[in-house]
């Protein structure tokens, strides 16, 4: 199964986000909406997602500093930075995530992004 988990804390992005999940065939394993959320979260699943839609702007821990604890424990999840802030691109791509999407896009090309993230951590498994 396609598990996805969303890391957002703007309500109208969460539900942008879970839309292009849910309708494209994918399981959205749950929705952190702060970046201590998001590591408790993460730990807590039996079985992890393979890709993570992370936002920078977070509550308490930004995404960057999440995406490093998260890795620590599966640096095999794939990790999707979307922000408006493109200026941290470079560092967001040298911890390890897998890619990074640049506010605003359509709802095809996230779907199009997690499904490229899907058949990378095939090739990774």
Not at 6 to 22: C, G, K, M, T
Not at 79 to 101: E, N, P, R
């Amino acid at each position: 199964m396609k598990r996805v988990f969303i890391v957002e804390d703007e309500p109208s992005l969460q539900y942008f986000y879970r839309q292009a999940v849910i309708f494209n065939d994918m399981e959205l394993l749950g929705i952190a909406k702060d970046g201590n959320e998001a590591v408790s979260m993460f730990k807590s699943f039996p079985e992890k997602p393979k890709v993570i839609l992370m936002d920078y702007r977070l509550p308490i821990k930004n995404g960057i500093e999440v995406a490093k604890e998260i890795l620590q424990i599966d640096d095999k999840v794939k990790i999707i930075f979307i922000t408006a802030d493109s200026s941290i691109k470079d560092q967001v791509l040298s911890i390890g995530a897998y890619s990074f999407m640049d506010k605003p896009f359509s709802i095809k090309k996230l779907v199009q992004e997690i499904n490229n993230a899907f058949k990378a951590s095939l090739v990774d498994a």
